[in-house]
């Protein structure tokens, strides 16, 4: 069974500040992608990344950047300067090769992040 | 392009009844799944269709099917509710691409279950 924990249930930053969203994942599947979702509060979840399990660098993208660590199960996730609009609840998820053609997601508890001016 | 499209928007029902959700994926997507997100938790994954045919299912009881129609379109009904299954649905559709994980989300419709 796949099972994703984000420990940080709410985090409140001062807008250019640096914030890091963390998510531990398990997995006994050797072949899995891993996600990251916002969700406004509009309630629709917007894809941010997805990773696969072969490919361990970091990516940056703008203002975000993750940081993917087999050794730890990890797969964190840093927004630089944050901004007003960055508040949003964010989640990890994972999904694994075995579930077949479902490719069905396991999403973590969620962050809430807000950012305040 | 248009994005998943779902209806209604919300919704209050009553114990014991019965909902129908729709869904709409983007235009060329063939795959569809159905989330569960009560409050304060992440999604949960109910059903999966792919060309029609339930490819994926979640840890839900029977009260719970779905199915998808020709236009690709498809429905969720849940029926005898409980006030537990108050709960936002979300829909998500994928391109036909089988390395492709990518699922777009539309905005859910909000159960209330009074």
């Known amino acids: 069974a796949q099972k994703v924990t984000q420990a940080q249930t709410e985090i409140s930053v001062v807008e250019k500040e640096d914030v890091t969203l963390d998510c531990v994942y398990e997995t006994r599947d050797t072949t899995y992608y891993l996600f990251w979702y916002k969700q406004p509060p509009s309630g629709e979840l917007v894809f941010l990344i997805r990773?696969?399990?072969?490919?361990?660098q970091n990516e940056i993208s703008g203002r975000y950047s993750w940081n993917f660590q087999k050794s730890t199960s990890s797969f964190n996730f840093t927004i630089t300067a944050s901004q007003v609009v960055d508040s949003a609840v964010y989640f990890c998820a994972l999904s694994v090769l075995s579930s077949g053609s479902a490719r069905q997601l396991t999403f973590g508890s969620g962050t809430q992040l807000t950012v305040l001016p | 392009d248009a994005g998943v499209t779902q209806s209604p928007t919300h919704l209050i029902k009553t114990r014991g009844q019965q909902v129908t959700l729709r869904c709409s994926p983007i235009s060329g997507h063939k795959s569809v799944s159905w989330y569960q997100q009560v409050l304060g938790q992440g999604p949960q994954f109910i059903f999966q269709?792919?060309?029609?045919?339930?490819?994926g299912r979640g840890n839900f009881p029977d009260r719970f099917s779905a199915r998808q129609f020709p236009n690709y379109s498809s429905e969720l009904n849940v029926n005898a509710l409980l006030l537990g299954d108050s709960a936002l649905y979300l829909c998500a559709s994928k391109d036909r691409d089988p390395s492709n994980y990518e699922q777009y989300f539309g905005p859910g419709t909000r159960l209330t279950v009074t």
């Open positions: 269709y792919y060309e029609k045919e339930e490819r």
């Open positions: 990773r696969n399990s072969f490919d361990e």
